[in-house]
């Protein structure tokens, strides 16, 4: 499929993970797209994996999203090589855990500051884009976690559940001007974040049951799972999608 020819994409997170698998399934239909991350060495291996006959339509960025500044000239420099803007996908987002007692406010602040703040700073920077684009999508991404409880990470729950309301408010915010905006909830997928995931020493696991979906054999899912729903959802096959969630979670919250 070829959806994305002659569509502008920026994807934020696309050093690894969900975001790198966007990055490539998009590339791989046809888009022009940017691939920003705050991880040079990640951008460097988004890069390698891409075919030799699509790395034309690919320009990489440094971006730390919960930094003003660098959403700002990062993306000035990314509308600059798409001349304009059509799909902005939000993949970019931390996680930490620890006893709710026991968080520091300081890893509770990063954790808003990436996964909410940053989701809305990227948002205020492309609106005026994807509105002159007449057909644009943003994707944001929330969580399982902020619909069924994830015990041990409290600020990155608040932090999805946050961004759910912020794609509601968007979404209707914009409608008539042409702006669709949805969330994409995954469940617990094989990425960097749930690879170093650091539960407290004396943790229950019998609490974490939900993580893991009933497909798969109970299987973490992978980013092209979630990577071929984000190309649906932001192309002309969704529409008439806007406001709303796709949860992608093997079934953990059935």
Do not use: C
């Not at 490539?24 to 040079?40: F, H």
């Not at 990640?42 to 339509?57: I, K, M, N, S």
């Not at 071929?228 to 806007?242: C, E, K, Q």
């Amino acid at each position: 499929m070829r959806r994305y020819e002659n569509r502008r994409v920026l994807v934020t997170g696309a050093g690894s993970g969900i975001g790198q698998g966007v990055a490539l399934r998009l590339l791989a239909e046809g888009a022009q797209l940017v691939a920003a991350d705050i991880s040079d060495q990640g951008l460097q291996a988004t890069l390698e994996a891409v075919p030799a006959d699509q790395r034309e339509r690919l320009e990489t960025l440094t971006l730390d999203i919960s930094d003003p500044e660098s959403v700002r000239a990062a993306t000035a420099a990314a509308f600059e090589f798409l001349g304009g803007l059509d799909v902005l996908v939000n993949a970019a987002g931390i996680l930490r855990a620890a006893h709710t007692h026991e968080m520091p406010l300081e890893d509770w602040n990063k954790v808003i500051s990436v996964n909410l703040t940053g989701t809305f700073l990227m948002i205020q920077a492309a609106v005026p884009k994807l509105i002159e684009s007449q057909r644009g999508v943003i994707v944001n991404f929330s969580s399982t976690s902020a619909f069924g409880s994830n015990p041990y990470m409290a600020a990155y729950a608040a932090s999805k559940a946050g961004v759910n309301a912020l794609t509601h408010t968007i979404a209707l915010e914009y409608v008539k001007k042409g702006l669709r905006a949805v969330n994409i909830v995954p469940g617990g997928i094989s990425t960097g974040i749930t690879a170093g995931l650091a539960l407290p020493a004396d943790a229950d696991w019998s609490l974490m049951a939900r993580l893991p979906g009933w497909l798969e054999g109970g299987a973490l899912g992978k980013p092209e799972d979630i990577a071929g729903v984000v190309a649906m959802a932001a192309s002309d096959d969704g529409r008439y999608m806007t406001g709303t969630e796709l949860r992608v979670d093997g079934g953990a919250l059935m």
